[in-house]
């Protein structure tokens, strides 16, 4: 079945860790983002990425990084330098051009 | 101004009660709007796009107002089932080629039975 996978589903991180989450996808779809949702409030966009080898700081890029070597893949790496990564993680895939995202289930990173 | 702004509620209403949900916009230039649905601790899914004209589908009817920018969630008949948080989205309209999505904080609804 099409779509998106990401994992792992519970992450705990130690201070002064980077981690990376992982996102997959299978529906051929060119743009994909990342956003983080805190309890109690909607979803705040991190980084997108419109085609393979680019990407873009969404609203609250400040302690992530990115990458998109592979059309199907977009991780996205949480650093040390955030320090305050608690939350819920979604990504998110669209074939562009105004059309609706299809999430992956989330990752739920908490600090040990 | 928020870009997105929705009544967070709850809302609770029982089985079989008509509830109806608004969001309003700060951009003019938005080109599409849609409706999510969000379950405790889940992913967000997509309900319905909005479309200019009002859009049905089953229970559920949208409708836009573009020059009041506003969009509507009317949910008819409502269900245990529909009892969830339901997400206002509007593509903003200035880089509509990679279709950024501007997430409103939702509203909650409880049905009861």
């Known amino acids: 079945d099409g779509g998106i996978t990401q994992s792992p589903k519970y992450l705990f991180r130690k201070e002064g860790q980077n981690v990376t989450l992982s996102c997959e996808q299978n529906l051929n779809h060119d743009a994909m983002y990342w956003y983080r949702q805190d309890p109690g409030q909607g979803l705040r966009l991190i980084y997108y990425?419109?085609?393979?080898?680019?990407?873009q700081k969404g609203d609250i890029a400040e302690g992530y990084s990115v990458s998109r070597e592979k059309k199907e893949s977009f991780p996205l790496t949480v650093t040390s330098a955030q320090k305050n990564p608690t939350a819920f993680y979604l990504c998110?895939?669209?074939?562009?051009?105004?059309?609706?995202?299809?999430f992956g289930d989330g990752t739920r990173l908490s600090i040990l | 101004r928020k870009e997105v702004e929705q009544d967070p509620g709850p809302f609770n209403v029982p089985e079989g009660a008509t509830v109806a949900f608004n969001c309003t916009y700060s951009n003019s230039a938005s080109q599409s709007f849609f409706w999510y649905r969000q379950d405790c601790r889940k992913e967000p899914k997509l309900l319905m796009s909005?479309?200019?004209s009002g859009n049905e589908d089953g229970r559920f009817t949208a409708q836009l107002n573009r020059a009041s920018q506003y969009i509507s969630l009317l949910i008819r008949d409502s269900k245990l089932s529909d009892s969830a948080t339901y997400l206002c989205v509007v593509n903003m309209g200035r880089e509509t080629s990679y279709g950024k999505l501007t997430f409103g904080q939702g509203t909650i609804l409880t049905v009861h039975p």
């Open positions: 998110a895939s669209s074939p562009g051009g105004g059309q609706p995202q299809h």
């Open positions: 990425s419109q085609i393979v080898n680019d990407f």
């Open positions: 909005v479309y200019s």
